[in-house]
C-alpha cells in the first residue's frame, strides 16, 4: 500500500523550459462537465501564455497572498487529518482521463490557497472550492470557509483501470513549490521543488510559491498528464509545464521559464530535497533503536567531463554547503542505494523509498551541483537539499531557461559503466589485536559491479586511489568481501586538527578507472 500523509510524513512536508509545445490531451470538446465540481467560464489557455503571464508578473512589485482566515489557524494537524476529499466529486473520476484528481483542503500548515484548473482543447476553467467535496466533521473550522476559497494542493490517483484508485495516489503537489511522487517501488519518500532561492544563508530562505495549476488529463495510460504551474515569489516568478508519465515508477520532462525580480545571493534550479539522519557509516552511539534512517543516502552526479561521483550523505554538526563545479553535466540525483530491509527494520519502508535523477535535456553551460546538508535530530526533518546554482549571478531582469527530466525510480536511470559505492563504514584506525592509536580513524569503502569481475582473475594490476585535502593516509589497499562479488578499499587517515577533511577514492585496473568517484567529508571528532 503506497504511504498516505502519515504524521511523519505531513510534519516533513511542512517543514521545510525550450517553449512553445502545444499541449496535449483529447479533442475539444469531448470531455464531459466534471461531476460534482463547480467550474468557472471557459478562458483560453496556453503554456506560451502562462510565461509572459510570469514575465510581466516579474516587472511589477511582489504582492504578497492576502491574510489567513482564522478558520484556516485552527485547522491544526489533528483537525486538518479529519478532512478527506470525496473521491465521486474527484476530477476526471468518471473520466476520459485516466487518472482522476483529488484536492487538499487548507490548513494550519498550507495555509495559502492555490487556484487549480482543467484544461481541456485550449481552454481552461477554474475548479472553485466547495466544502461539500470534503467530508469533515461536524464541527471542523473548515465549515467556516466560503466557497471560492481556493485548495492547498492536488494528488493524481492510480489508473481508474484499477480497483483501488480511490485509495491509491501517485504524484502530489503541496506546500510552496513542492511536489513529490512515488517510485518504482510504489512507495513516497524525497520531494522535489520548482526552485530554491537563497538556501544555507545567514538570512532567511525565500519559499517561492507555486499560486496557480493548470490539469489537462491523460487520454491513455501510456498518455502524460500535462500540469502547467505559475510561480510566484518576493524575488523570482516562473512558469513551468510538467509532462508526466505514470510508469514503472514516474517520469516528468520539465520547462520551465523563471524571471527575476531582484537578485538573490543563491539560486538553485531543478533543486531535490530529502531527510538524512544516520546510517552504517557513522551512526552516533544510541541515536536511535534502527540501523538507519534516510529516504536518500547519497549524492550522485554524472559530470560533463564523463566521470561518475558518489557522495554519501553526512548528518553535519551545522548547515554545510558542497560545491561540486561542472560545465554542461548530463545528470544528478539523490540516490537510495540501500534497499535492504534488515537495514532499517522500519514499517515505514525507508527500503523502498524512491530515488531521483534529474537529466538535462539542453545545455546548462557552466555552474556547480551543489549539495546543503543540515543538523537534523529526528526523521521528521528534511535537511538535505541538491540544486543547480548557475555560475552567474542572479540580477534583477534576468531570466532562465530550462528543460530537463524527473526520474522518480528505484535506481539511477543511466547505470554507469564503472562499478558502484554501495557502503561506507568508519571506524578506529589500527590493526585489530593492537593498541588502536589516538586519532587515527579506518575507512572501508565497499564497491558492487560487473567491472569488478576481472580482478577475481590474473593479470589485472588493481590498487586504490585515494587522496585527502588535509592529513596523511596510511596502509591503502583492496580486498574482496567473503561471500559476495564485492570488494573494498580500506585506508587509515589521520586527520590534521580539527578541520574537516575532504576524501576521494576510486579503484583503477591496469590504469583505468573500475569504480566510480567516492568523495566524502570527515569530521574528526572534537
Not at 85 to 94: H, K, P, V
Not at 272 to 296: A, C, G, I, N, Q
Request: net charge neutral.
Amino acid at each position: 500500500m503506497i504511504e498516505k500523509l502519515s504524521r511523519r510524513g505531513f510534519l516533513r512536508l511542512s517543514a521545510g523550459f525550450g517553449l512553445g509545445v502545444p499541449l496535449l490531451g483529447a479533442a475539444p470538446g469531448s470531455w464531459a462537465e466534471p461531476k460534482g465540481l463547480k467550474l468557472g467560464p471557459a478562458l483560453s489557455f496556453s503554456y506560451e501564455a502562462l510565461v509572459k503571464r510570469a514575465a510581466a508578473l516579474a516587472a511589477r512589485p511582489y504582492s504578497p497572498p492576502s491574510a489567513v482566515s482564522d478558520a484556516v489557524r485552527k485547522l491544526d494537524y489533528e483537525a486538518w487529518g479529519r478532512i478527506h476529499f470525496r473521491t465521486e466529486d474527484a476530477l476526471f473520476g468518471d473520466g476520459p482521463s485516466v487518472y482522476p484528481a483529488t484536492f487538499f483542503h487548507l490548513g494550519q500548515f498550507f495555509q495559502k490557497p492555490v487556484t487549480i484548473h482543467v484544461v481541456e482543447g485550449g481552454k481552461s476553467r477554474q475548479i472553485f472550492y466547495s466544502s461539500d467535496y470534503f467530508d469533515m466533521p461536524g464541527d471542523s473550522p473548515a465549515r467556516q470557509l466560503p466557497d471560492k476559497s481556493g485548495f492547498a494542493g492536488f494528488r493524481l490517483q492510480e489508473s481508474r483501470s484499477r480497483s483501488d484508485w480511490r485509495t491509491q495516489d501517485w504524484l502530489a503537489y503541496l506546500g510552496a513549490s513542492y511536489f513529490r511522487a512515488i517510485g518504482a517501488l510504489n512507495q513516497y519518500g524525497l520531494s522535489a521543488r520548482g526552485i530554491v532561492v537563497d538556501a544555507a544563508e545567514p538570512t532567511p530562505e525565500e519559499f517561492p510559491d507555486f499560486t496557480e495549476f493548470y490539469i489537462e488529463g491523460a487520454a491513455a495510460e501510456s498518455d502524460p498528464v500535462v500540469i502547467c504551474a505559475l510561480l510566484d515569489g518576493p524575488s523570482v516568478t516562473g512558469a513551468y509545464r510538467f509532462l508526466t508519465w505514470r510508469n514503472e515508477g514516474v517520469v516528468q520532462e520539465i520547462e520551465a521559464a523563471v524571471f527575476m525580480r531582484r537578485g538573490v545571493k543563491r539560486l538553485g534550479l531543478a533543486p531535490l530535497t530529502s531527510m538524512y539522519w544516520f546510517s552504517e557509516s557513522e551512526k552516533r552511539r544510541l541515536e536511535d533503536w534502527r540501523p538507519e534512517v534516510h529516504d536518500s543516502d547519497g549524492l550522485a552526479i554524472w559530470t560533463g567531463a564523463g566521470e561518475r561521483i558518489w557522495r554519501p550523505l553526512v548528518n553535519q554538526p551545522y548547515a554545510v554547503t558542497s560545491s561540486f563545479v561542472d560545465h554542461d553535466p548530463k545528470g544528478f540525483g539523490l540516490l537510495q542505494r540501500d534497499r535492504v530491509f534488515e537495514n532499517y527494520l522500519d514499517g515505514v519502508n525507508y527500503e523502498r523509498r524512491p530515488s531521483l535523477w534529474v537529466e538535462p535535456l539542453d545545455r546548462w553551460g557552466a555552474g556547480a551541483v551543489q549539495l546543503v546538508e543540515l543538523p537534523t535530530d529526528d526523521e521528521i526533518h528534511d535537511n538535505v537539499g541538491v540544486y543547480w546554482r548557475p555560475a552567474e549571478a542572479p540580477k534583477a531582469g534576468s531570466s532562465y531557461r530550462l528543460h530537463y527530466r524527473l526520474h522518480w525510480s528505484a535506481d539511477e536511470p543511466y547505470p554507469a559503466a564503472v562499478a558502484r559505492c554501495v557502503a561506507t563504514r568508519v571506524g578506529r584506525g589500527g590493526q585489530p589485536g593492537k593498541p588502536r592509536p589516538r586519532g587515527v580513524y579506518k575507512f572501508a569503502v565497499e564497491f558492487a559491479g560487473l567491472a569488478l569481475d576481472p580482478l577475481w582473475g590474473d593479470g589485472v594490476k588493481a590498487s586504490p586511489v585515494v587522496t585527502a585535502s588535509s592529513g596523511a593516509i596510511q596502509g591503502a589497499f583492496i580486498e574482496p568481501i567473503p561471500n559476495t562479488r564485492r570488494w573494498r578499499a580500506i585506508f587509515d587517515l589521520i586527520p590534521e586538527g580539527s578541520e574537516p577533511v575532504e576524501l576521494r577514492l576510486y579503484i583503477q585496473g591496469n590504469g583505468d578507472a573500475l569504480t566510480e568517484t567516492w568523495l566524502y567529508q570527515f569530521r574528526p571528532p572534537a
